[in-house]
């Protein structure tokens, strides 16, 4: 029992549910905007707010994100806490970048990485990280995007004859409908698993027996959180899927949502969770492939490609040095170090960040090869 | 089914997937079609707002177009529903 611990862990989660919500508004809203069906202010707003509704509307996947990666007996708060400081880190400066990552490999290499440091490989349910995590990353984006690649080519089929009025107007209004729905989808998918963490640090705590559902407070202010960072939008990353993956059109934009809708909702349904953004990117990727003539470039996807690729392992990294440093200065104040150097690395970002801004008056801007900086590719010190 | 891949609910995702993401979407494209036609007045010019008009004056069109509209909008609910009730 550690009270002082369990309130940094709690304080961390909701930091990353946070950095969830804002790396990922761009999977829902980031082609309504580029096809100005919503403003971006709007966009973003309705997003949150749908995220907030989406985050009560089921709770079946809860706790079941470590169940299976890891052997929950090893996990320790210190543990939970080090792999959302992983977490955290990767989502922040994939943010920086305008890479659109997973947040859940963030989260799950961080966990998995600290799990190593504390307890060695045999803390790691291999197996499970490969069949639940590894197979389903590398399937999701080509089903989402077969899906889409399919829809567009029908709806265009479909829609030749339709005047150009009632086309832009009918399919503006799908394109909305469809990207609420992934926002609704996303609040469900990706809130529960900040929920099934916070609850994994209060059974680790003894604060709420073992195979306990998420306290509703907990659910209460994971939805709060992962709304919030999604209506500030992360505006980066919001304009490499919109802009700089393929010039979107309407009708375009409505059959990615679709498609991202459709897979994450049915994957949910049969068991599995999945990442938004790899599903979010594959529709767009696929609705891309799907129209004749329109630019897909592929340089923005495989630099995407590679931070997928790269995801679990740093956060890994990130995860299981922090254990280094949180269990080598021990107790509470080796927690605490680690959370100051946490936030003193955020704010180094955020502050790096304003150099270059990108907000809701650029976000459209015409795409130059890079989201908004000019020496983004640059290493960051801090 | 192998114990690395769900095949089972693999392929029941895409087929799914593809009537519920590929499909939706299209039949939305079809009911814009259906309340897009134009109507008998087709040979007179246009009365007002001329070729700015949204809706085609074709009742059937209209008709059916509200059908597809009304179908994909059961389609999402019910799909919501099951979200909700799977818990």
Redesign the interface.
């Known amino acids: 029992m550690n009270d002082g611990i369990l309130v940094l862990v709690v304080v961390t989660a909701l930091a990353f549910d946070f950095t969830n919500g804002f790396h990922d508004t761009g999977n829902a809203m980031a082609t309504s905007i580029a096809t100005r069906a919503l403003s971006p202010k709007i966009a973003v707003a309705l997003s949150g707010a749908l995220n907030l509704v989406g985050a009560f509307l089921s709770l079946s996947v809860a706790a079941t994100i470590a169940s299976g990666l890891v052997n929950t007996h090893l996990v320790t708060l210190t543990v939970v806490f080090a792999g959302l400081v992983g977490g955290i880190t990767w989502n922040l400066l994939t943010w920086f970048f305008g890479i659109p990552s997973s947040s859940s490999h963030a989260l799950i290499g961080g966990v998995i990485g600290a799990t190593m440091a504390a307890a060695g490989t045999h803390g790691v349910k291999w197996h499970g990280v490969v069949s639940k995590v590894i197979i389903p990353a590398g399937l999701s984006p080509v089903i989402a995007g077969l899906i889409a690649t399919v829809g567009t080519y029908l709806i265009y089929r479909l829609s030749r004859s339709v005047p150009n009025r009632t086309r832009s107007h009918g399919f503006r209004l799908g394109q909305i409908g469809s990207a609420s729905l992934v926002s609704l989808a996303h609040g469900t998918n990706d809130a529960q698993k900040t929920m099934g963490i916070i609850t994994l640090a209060l059974i680790a705590n003894g604060t709420v027996d073992s195979g306990a559902e998420a306290p509703f407070w907990v659910i209460l202010s994971c939805a709060i959180a992962i709304s919030m960072g999604t209506y500030l939008g992360g505006w980066r990353v919001i304009r490499t899927l919109g802009k700089g993956l393929v010039e979107i059109d309407s009708p375009q934009g409505m059959a990615a949502e679709s498609a991202s809708a459709a897979t994450i909702l049915l994957s949910s349904h049969f068991g599995y969770s999945l990442s938004t953004t790899h599903v979010a990117t594959g529709s767009i990727l696929g609705t891309g492939l799907g129209r004749k003539n329109a630019e897909v470039r592929w340089s923005v996807a495989g630099r995407m490609a590679t931070a997928w690729l790269l995801t679990l392992p740093a956060a890994g990294l990130v995860g299981a040095g922090c254990y280094g440093i949180a269990q080598g200065i021990g107790g509470t104040t080796g927690v605490l170090v680690v959370f100051v150097l946490l936030v003193v690395a955020s704010a180094a970002l955020y502050l790096r960040a304003r150099g270059t801004p990108v907000s809701h008056h650029n976000v459209n801007d015409e795409w130059k090869g890079a989201t908004a900086s000019t020496d983004a590719k640059k290493p960051i010190a801090a | 089914m192998n ?4 095949l089972d ?2 392929w ?3 087929v ?3 009537l ?7 039949l ?3 009911g ?2 259906a ?2 036609l134009p109507g008998r007045d087709r040979g007179s010019p246009a009365t007002e707002a001329g ?6 004056s074709n009742p059937l069109g209209l008709a059916a177009g509200v059908v597809c509209f009304a179908v994909v909008l059961a389609a ?1 609910a019910w ?2 529903y ?3 009730a ?2």
Do not use: C, E, M, Q
Request: charged residues 10%; proline residues 2%.
């Open positions: 114990s690395w891949i769900d609910a693999l029941k995702i895409v799914i997937g593809l519920a993401g590929a499909g939706l979407p299209a939305f494209a079809v814009l079609r309340v897009s070729g700015d008009r949204i809706l085609g999402i799909g919501i099951s979200v909700v799977g818990t």
